[in-house]
């Protein structure tokens, strides 16, 4: 079993920043790839970005310019740094791992989620 912990989400007021952090823990032979997604109220769970093991990253057009993914392979962990955040970017964020706990075997694990509001 995999077991992904997010922090970092919180209130921040417009044009402020917040730091998403996600560690992957338990039955891991390596991770092909970390995320965050994000769901607002009434709308769809959509892409935010994504890094790869290898360091390539994707982003939404929604963040580009605004957020940077990172991430640790060391510790199995990946970070979301969000600037210039707008009332648009409120929603719950999940942290993505595809893992494989074995040779040949992959799966996606979902983190619990962590909410961030912006708003004065």
């Known amino acids: 079993q995999v077991q992904l912990v997010e922090s970092g989400g919180g209130l921040v007021q417009p044009g402020g920043s917040l730091r998403l952090s996600c560690a992957a823990s338990g039955s891991i032979f390596s991770i092909n790839t970390m995320g965050w997604y994000r769901q607002a109220p009434g709308k769809e769970r959509e892409l935010v970005a994504t890094?790869?093991?290898?360091?390539?990253?994707n982003y939404a057009d929604s963040v580009k310019g605004r957020f940077t993914i990172s991430g640790d392979g060391a510790k199995n962990t990946v970070y979301l740094q969000m600037n210039s955040l707008n009332p648009e970017d409120t929603a719950v964020y999940y942290c993505i791992a595809v893992v494989r706990p074995k040779a040949g075997v992959q799966y996606d694990y979902w983190g619990q989620g962590t909410q961030v509001t912006v708003s004065s």
């Open positions: 890094i790869t093991s290898g360091g390539s990253t």
